[in-house]
């Protein structure tokens, strides 16, 4: 049912990397959000847009940055990978408010 | 603030055996509620919610939950669980001032044995 898509699925690289992860929706969903994901734990808001040019900061404070150019589109970026930033990334879009979240499969992404 | 917890992070069941996963929250204003599932390498699915309207909530594959306001619980339920259920259960209630971010319990990994 959800056609909503996160590339990479997974990804490991090196420390200091610039990296890009990728979230698409073809819902015309004017809600998306970014969650981190760590064993165990709670999925975490870290970024969240309610439509084009529109983001803000999550709960928990990343230093990731998102942008919103397209509805459909809502990357997540983040200009030097550290280890501490290994973790899932989870991307979800939503319409009429709360009533249903859409997730994509996630990103697991490691740095060594 | 809001909040969620999730009683054990894994429960073990025997197939046709009931299914009961635990969730309390607390919440200062009137809580929406959500179950979702995660099955191994997908994303998390809506399972059912609780938007004010009736306290016993179906949701999809035959669970169910019960809000119960005085126990401030919103525990999720399967008669008979399938092989097929096995996965993790996430409860989430919606946050204080924007209902638009959702807080999530961290998760019980459900696993069903023959």
């Known amino acids: 049912e959800a056609d909503i898509y996160q590339t990479p699925r997974y990804l490991v690289i090196g420390t200091g990397k610039k990296i890009t992860l990728e979230c698409s929706q073809t819902m015309g969903h004017d809600k998306m959000y970014w969650y981190q994901q760590d064993p165990g734990m709670e999925l975490h808001l870290i970024h969240y847009?309610?439509?084009?040019?529109?983001?803000e900061k999550g709960d928990l404070s990343s230093e990731s940055t998102v942008s919103r150019i397209r509805t459909e589109h809502f990357p997540l970026t983040l200009e030097s990978a550290r280890p501490s930033h290994t973790s899932q990334y989870l991307c979800?879009?939503?319409?009429?408010?709360?009533?249903?979240?859409?997730f994509g499969s996630g990103t697991q992404l490691s740095v060594l | 603030a809001q909040s969620v917890t999730q009683l054990g992070s894994h429960v073990s069941v025997s197939e046709g055996a009931l299914v009961l996963l635990r969730c309390n929250y607390s919440s200062s204003v009137p809580p929406y509620l959500f179950w979702y599932v995660q099955y191994p390498n997908q994303g998390l699915q809506l399972l059912l919610k609780?938007?004010?309207?009736?306290?016993l909530v179906k949701g999809i594959n035959g669970f169910e939950a019960e809000f119960k306001k005085s126990e401030t619980s919103f525990h999720l339920t399967k008669p008979s669980a399938h092989m097929s259920d096995a996965a993790e259960y996430f409860c989430?209630?919606?946050?204080?001032?924007?209902?638009?971010?959702?807080?999530f319990g961290t998760g019980t990994r459900l696993q069903v044995f023959p």
């Open positions: 847009s309610y439509g084009v040019n529109s983001t």
């Open positions: 609780y938007t004010s309207a009736a306290t």
């Open positions: 979800a879009s939503s319409y009429r408010g709360l009533e249903k979240l859409f």
């Open positions: 989430a209630v919606s946050a204080v001032g924007n209902t638009d971010k959702l807080i």
